[in-house]
């Protein structure tokens, strides 16, 4: 049984799911426990420092994944970095998504400009 541990801000899409079976061969998604997720997706700028916030996290990930398990990392460009090294260190794969993007613009009231990106999976890529 292979675990996907989810360490980013969003939802897996039905895409990404169906993706992460097929080619990474997942079994079993693992999401950060709720204050575990609130601590990713809200990590502060301010510390010169992020390596303590990380604690909690990378020991969660150091007590339920095993080593041959993929984490799929995504988020504050120098957390991320640190957390994919913690899991090269544990064994443990990490990914990132990697999508399209289509943006749309729109003419908007008063001759503002209204873009919207629409994003589709494409597939997972390793850190390496």
Same mark, same amino acid.
């Given at each position: 049984? $292979? ?9 897996? =899409?039905? #895409? ?13 998604? &693992? ?14 700028? #301010? ?13 969660? !990930? *150091?007590?339920?994944?095993?080593? %041959?398990?993929? *984490?799929? !990392? =995504?988020?504050?460009?120098? *957390?991320?970095?640190?957390? &994919? ?8 794969? *990490?990914?990132?998504? =990697?999508?399209?993007?289509? &943006? ?6 008063? %001759? =503002?400009?209204? $873009? ?13």
């Amino acid at each position: 049984m $292979k675990s996907l541990f989810l360490i980013f801000s969003h939802r897996l =899409t039905a #895409e990404q799911e169906q993706d992460a079976r097929e080619n990474l061969g997942i079994t079993h998604f &693992v999401p950060l426990p709720s204050e575990l997720q609130e601590l990713w997706s809200n990590l502060p700028p #301010e510390p010169d420092e992020i390596h303590p916030l990380l604690q909690p996290i990378k020991q969660w !990930v *150091a007590r339920h994944a095993v080593s %041959g398990d993929i *984490a799929l !990392v =995504t988020g504050d460009f120098g *957390a991320t970095w640190n957390m &994919v090294n913690f899991c090269h260190s544990l064994g443990i794969i *990490a990914v990132y998504a =990697t999508s399209r993007r289509m &943006v749309i613009e729109e003419r908007g009231a008063q %001759g =503002t400009t209204i $873009k919207r990106s629409i994003f589709d999976h494409v597939r997972f890529r390793t850190f390496r």
